[in-house]
């Protein structure tokens, strides 16, 4: 129990062009989905904390324009980076949890993550 | 002072030895904490999580925590080389999550 699917794993695409990535809780209903971002050999950097039908919550620092989160049901929440430059190459990962009881009660749940290369 | 030190390493230990990892922390209100694993190029697996203080063994792990220290452990024993990864670990006060910057481990074969 307690999956989160995360897709696609690797993606490759042109600079300019828009990626959208999903996160997807398999067998639990997610109330909150949180979005990280990792650079080689670096400890997660949380970008934004995604609600269940309400906007995200940014970090500071974090482009709300560039990286649009979509949190439209309790099983998904989307990521997309807009006009995505070199820079913005990276390893995505999600994670999903549920405030409450149960296995999935007050811990994340990760996915496998998505390595991002923009050429 | 940050939320959740831990110690980034790297640590590396022969085969079969007894690994001990650890977290240190300031907020008395967390609750559950937790032990990830993190493969390269992977998200981070979790391993163990416990409530409140005490101990749990899973197989090769344990899960120490220690409220009135602050502090929390993993040990694992019988390392193997696939138990080489970075070790994050992460606690709770409600709906805040705090994790640790990771430890790497590598075991020699």
Request: one cysteine or more; a neutral charge.
């Amino acid at each position: 129990g307690a999956v989160v699917s995360q897709h696609p794993s690797w993606v490759i695409c042109k600079s300019g062009t828009s990626v959208k990535i999903e996160c997807r809780s398999l067998d639990f209903q997610a109330t909150t989905m949180f979005w990280y971002r990792q650079f080689p050999k670096q400890s997660l950097m949380l970008m934004a904390t995604s609600n269940e039908g309400s906007k995200a919550t940014y970090e500071q620092g974090v482009e709300k324009d560039k990286f649009l989160i979509n949190h439209a049901s309790l099983t998904l929440s989307t990521l997309t980076v807009t006009s995505a430059h070199p820079e913005d190459s990276s390893f995505y990962i999600c994670s999903a949890y549920q405030l409450g009881t149960g296995r999935a009660g007050n811990i994340q749940y990760f996915g496998a993550g998505t390595r991002l290369s923009v050429l | 002072q940050k939320e959740v030190e831990q110690d980034p390493g790297p640590l590396s230990v022969p085969e079969g030895a007894i690994v001990s990892l650890n977290c240190t922390y300031s907020n008395s209100a967390f609750q559950y904490f937790m032990w990830y694993r993190q493969y390269s190029r992977k998200g981070p697996e979790l391993l163990m999580y416990t409530y409140s203080s005490g101990n749990k063994e899973d197989g090769r792990f344990t899960a120490q925590v220690d409220k009135s220290s602050k502090y929390i452990s993993l040990f694992i024993r019988d390392s193997q080389p696939s138990d080489s990864a970075t070790y994050l670990c992460a606690m709770t006060s409600g709906n805040q999550f705090y994790f640790g910057t990771g430890t790497s481990l590598t075991v020699i074969p």
